[in-house]
């Protein structure tokens, strides 16, 4: 497609229920980029992945959150037991080249997932 | 932990008026980004700028960086209602395969008709 795209848009679930949360990057993009905002917050990162593999999972916030991706396309991020904390708007990016490049990094987001446990 | 800070975290002009946004960052950069959120959902990219470079211009948008200080600026000339939204920097960190681009907490821009 021509840009990143993000389902569902919403999400409402119930506290407890496991929740799991699909970004489509843009074609031939190498680096994906999951973050969490809460609400009138900034950007919290989550995860970063480098083709399929996750160089840096520091910021997913307990082991109830996973995430993953198959080759450069379609990534998931799976929250299990969902809490009411979790409530926010997810958003995935991609970018043509790994963060470390002297070539574009510019992200291109999503329109992101609200996600309300309920 | 995170990265980017702005200040001030709202602001509120006049049409017609200047609107200059700050930011800082923690740890070295390899190049560090502006994005505009509207309505809570996706954000856009606006500028980049690299680490050697200390300033850039785009249209009404200028960006200043200083890596001795680790902040950057925005500055939006003639402002239009319909800047009206949210900025966010974000700190491409570092050079090795496990840097990541971290985002501040943003400033809520509104312009005053």
């Known amino acids: 497609g021509a840009g990143v795209s993000q389902s569902p848009s919403n999400k409402v679930t119930e506290k407890g229920k496991d929740v799991e949360l699909r970004c489509d990057p843009i074609s031939g993009h190498t680096a994906l980029y999951w973050y969490r905002q809460r609400l009138g917050q900034g950007l919290e990162f989550l995860i970063y992945?480098?083709?399929?593999?996750?160089?840096?999972k520091s910021g997913l916030p307990s082991d109830r959150f996973s995430a993953e991706r198959t080759g450069e396309s379609v990534s998931t991020l799976t929250i299990q037991r969902t809490q009411q904390e979790d409530s926010a708007v997810y958003l995935c990016?991609?970018?043509?080249?790994?963060?470390?490049?002297?070539?574009?990094?510019?992200?291109?987001f999503g329109q992101g997932t609200r996600l309300t446990v309920v | 932990s995170q990265q980017g800070e702005e200040d001030p975290q709202a602001l509120s002009i006049q049409e017609g008026e200047n609107a200059t946004m700050n930011c800082s960052y923690k740890?070295?950069?390899?190049?560090l980004q502006w994005y505009r959120q509207n309505s809570g959902r996706g954000l856009v990219h606006l500028i980049l700028i690299r680490s050697n470079e200390r300033e850039k211009h785009s249209g009404r948008l200028r960006v200043t960086l200083d890596t001795s200080k680790k902040s950057s600026s925005l500055l939006i000339t003639a402002s239009r209602a319909a800047d009206t939204a949210s900025y966010f920097c974000a700190a491409n960190s570092g050079y090795s395969s496990a840097s990541k681009i971290i985002f501040g907490s943003g400033t809520r821009l509104s312009i005053r008709p």
């Open positions: 740890t070295s950069i390899n190049n």
């Open positions: 992945f480098q083709g399929n593999s996750a160089p840096d």
């Open positions: 990016a991609s970018s043509p080249q790994p963060p470390g490049s002297t070539l574009n990094t510019e992200a291109f």
